[in-house]
């Protein structure tokens, strides 16, 4: 068994429940902890902890347990007030006690398990105490000095964020986790407030940075800020008194390490990581780790594999748990998008805002709420969301699916062949409302590959042609669209699974680009684009435009996005130019609104234009959020109707934020910012992610690809699955005998993950 001599830095109650932990898994260890302040000295009031904790705490430490059950406070109910009006979604299970309480605990289990607790006490150096045990365990919070000490080890990045807020409590208990925004003459604020015991609530209140020092917070002493708090959220307090302990205006920082451990030292809870207080996840992580370090230090022979297999385990639920908190985070710095949203809707839209409450389980826990929100959307009787019509110019859609452009690299000479036909008659055979090409290359010098296809001569359009037809004519109410454009500096390349974007080792065609910059070290350099050239390429989207026309295509799309010659001059990382059409944003805007202004006059009036835009560049220097809304105001300007909003593969040293729905936050706040109607993409899986971003008001269609090329009947079996049988998903005649949904198998729940009921204890320590 590893580790028998333990130090711990930090009291916190991460710190004291892994004493605990391993204390009692071990009676013979020696532990102690150093706390550096007083035992019932803490920041904050109350503390909350999931179901899912608890049962991992019921497991590993009954009288813990025991202990919690007897003070937590629980209640179902989420409150959200906005402009005077509650509204009460039910059905959540939230459980909380008083941060003091937790530590008092924690203490006297680890005092009856003979933990050494100091209290008052800084701990020695992290090194001298390395030297001395067997194991270090640094759980000295946010602002750790253990993890500033080995920082070079470590790898800490610590963010700090747009919002203050300080952490107050009221001597009474609210019946309800309450969220009420005031709009003030300053700017909004908001209020998250919840009980930890049958007397007192914790309020946490709120505001942007500029908010807060336009209400001249920032020159208010500590009581006078409580004090106008107070004021400001009477009515949610009704007329009480507000009062702080240590709390201060502060700025919430994500912290997290690419390195958890360093020989037989290890960060713990915040000092590892951090996720924003509005999903209630600090101490519920921290508890969690001590959970799993204690686990993997039981299950391992060396105290090195028992660290390395801690953090194995817990950074991919940790990632998870912070993208959600900055999700969450996100959305109440940006609180103001939302205000004008119908009531029901806004609610929604914060209930799910970190995209872990869905529509399906918010649906589950209260039907009442979710079927008032669907109402209020406009959605018939039993229609989820996805399965609403929607309206883009002269062409309705019967519902909100995409099938995304993907390239399928298997043209000939640009030509679609049986492939395209059978891949995107299938997709279309599968339900979605719109069926996107692949990026369709305006010129033959403006393909990606030798695979791509083209519209620019009459014979691909009379492939085309087929493919429409057969769409129109075995999938009718299925539109189908095509994305026109010119891969610029990222041409003459191999097909992708021959290697993506290299370059092809013969039978190379010259690039050109908004300026001369080739896409990856040692790739072709492009030729920066005269201005006769630039009216030849416009000239060559008109005349694709066109052909697509004829072809029979519902809907075109202009690729702005993907580091593609559009987006290469919207981009201040790839356009370089000292011309008309390069320098500020409004010139890097030019050739592009001169490409789309001479495709719409070409296309048919009735018919709509979308444009893809990558809404940042994932890259210091590169186009921002900020940017992507002015870009998307000024293609709406010109008529556009719709933006398609993805990001990056614009420069190659790009540094995404992968996760669940990561690019939706932008098209939400292009939707809301610019007053465009957007389509979202990216890690976009699950009807249920659909449904809720739909709901929600975060985009107004979501185009999905890797779902649709696992199942090309995605649309009809999303439907399958929620028991809708509808004008929104219309199953084609000769498949409609396999509309049912199959049967599965069953499936058993995962075991605890630590069990000590069986472990032998020493005297005086209590049942196991």
Not at 264 to 291: C, M, Q, R, W, Y
Not at 330 to 346: D, H, K, M, T, V
Request: hydrophobic content about 40%; glycine content about 10%; charged content about 25%.
């Amino acid at each position: 068994m590893a580790a028998h001599r333990i130090a711990i830095i930090g009291g916190g109650p991460g710190g004291l429940y892994a004493a605990a932990l391993l204390k009692r898994l071990d009676p013979a260890r020696e532990i102690t902890v150093w706390e550096r302040n007083a035992p019932d000295e803490t920041f904050g009031f109350g503390v909350v902890l999931s179901d899912e904790t608890l049962g991992g705490i019921e497991h590993a430490d009954p009288v813990v347990y025991a202990a919690l059950q007897r003070d937590f406070v629980r209640w179902d109910d989420i409150d959200i007030v906005h402009r005077g009006t509650r509204h009460t979604s039910t059905g959540h299970g939230f459980a909380a006690l008083g941060r003091r309480r937790l530590l008092e605990i924690l203490h006297a289990r680890c005092r009856d398990l003979g933990v050494d607790l100091r209290f008052r006490t800084e701990a020695p150096p992290p090194d001298r105490l390395c030297a001395t045990h067997d194991l270090v365990i640094a759980a000295d919070g946010v602002h750790s000095a253990t993890r500033e000490a080995h920082a070079e080890v470590f790898g800490p990045e610590v963010v700090g964020h747009r919002c203050r807020y300080i952490w107050l409590a009221a001597d009474f208990a609210f019946d309800a986790f309450r969220f009420e925004i005031a709009e003030t003459e300053h700017g909004v604020m908001q209020l998250h407030g919840y009980p930890y015991a049958v007397d007192a609530s914790t309020v946490i209140v709120e505001m942007r940075e500029e908010v807060w020092r336009a209400a001249g917070f920032d020159e208010t002493s500590p009581q006078e800020s409580v004090e106008r708090c107070a004021k400001i959220f009477a009515d949610a307090l009704g007329g009480r008194p507000l009062r702080a302990n240590t709390s201060a205006w502060t700025t919430f920082r994500t912290v997290v390490n690419e390195h958890w451990s360093h020989g037989n030292l290890v960060l713990l809870g915040d000092a590892a990581h951090t996720a924003h207080f509005s999903i209630g996840s600090g101490t519920k992580l921290a508890v969690e780790d001590a959970l799993a370090l204690a686990a993997c230090l039981e299950e391992r022979p060396t105290t090195a594999e028992a660290l390395a297999a801690y953090e194995a385990e817990r950074k991919p639920v940790v990632a998870s748990t912070q993208r959600a908190a900055r999700a969450s985070l996100e959305w109440f710095e940006n609180l103001a998008l939302y205000l004008g949203q119908p009531p029901r809707q806004f609610a929604f839209n914060l209930l799910t805002r970190s995209r872990r409450v869905t529509h399906d389980n918010l649906r589950l826990r209260d039907a009442r709420f979710t079927g008032a929100v669907e109402r209020e959307f406009g959605c018939p009787p039993g229609t989820p969301p996805m399965f609403t019509p929607f309206r883009l110019r002269g062409l309705t859609l019967r519902n909100r699916v995409v099938v995304s452009p993907m390239d399928m690299y298997s043209a000939e000479d640009g030509v679609p062949g049986d492939f395209h036909l059978v891949h995107l008659g299938a997709r279309a055979l599968g339900g979605a409302g719109l069926v996107m090409t692949e990026m369709v290359c305006v010129s033959e010098e403006g393909r990606i590959t030798p695979g791509c296809t083209g519209l620019y001569t009459g014979r691909q359009a009379e492939a085309w042609r087929r493919i429409t037809d057969f769409v129109h004519t075995r999938a009718p109410g299925t539109a189908i669209g095509v994305q026109l454009g010119h891969s610029g500096r990222k041409g003459s390349t191999k097909l992708m699974w021959e290697g993506m974007d290299e370059p092809l080792p013969e039978g190379n065609w010259p690039l050109v680009a908004a300026s001369p910059l080739p896409y990856k070290p040692g790739g072709q350099t492009p030729r920066q684009l005269s201005r006769a050239q630039l009216t030849d390429i416009r000239e060559q989207f008109a005349a694709a435009a066109w052909r697509a026309a004829r072809a029979g295509f519902d809907l075109l799309e202009l690729h702005c996005a993907h580091g593609y010659l559009l987006s290469g001059f919207l981009s201040p990382l790839t356009n370089r130019r000292t011309d008309a059409y390069g320098g500020s944003p409004e010139r890097r805007l030019r050739f592009p609104l001169e490409v789309f202004d001479a495709v719409r006059a070409v296309w048919p009036e009735e018919r709509p234009i979308t444009v893809r835009i990558s809404a940042t560049d994932w890259a210091e220097g590169g186009t921002t959020a900020e940017d992507a809304v002015q870009i998307a105001r000024a293609f709406a300007a010109h008529g556009a109707d719709a933006i398609d909003v993805s990001t990056g593969q614009v420069v190659d040293e790009e540094r995404p934020e992968y996760g669940r729905s990561y690019q939706t936050p932008f098209a939400d706040r292009i939707r809301h910012q610019a007053g465009v109607p957007v389509i979202a993409v990216g890690a976009i899986s699950s009807w249920d992610d659909v449904n809720s971003l739909i709901l929600a008001g975060r985009t107004d269609l979501c185009a999905l690809a890797r779902p649709h090329l696992y199942d090309p009947h995605w649309t009809l079996h999303a439907a399958a699955e929620q028991e809708y049988d509808g004008p929104g998903a219309v199953w084609p005649a000769p498949y409609r005998a396999g509309s049912r949904r199959p049967r599965t198998g069953r499936t058993d729940a995962a075991r605890p993950r630590l069990t000590l009921e069986s472990r032998p204890h020493g005297p005086g320590h209590g049942p196991a």
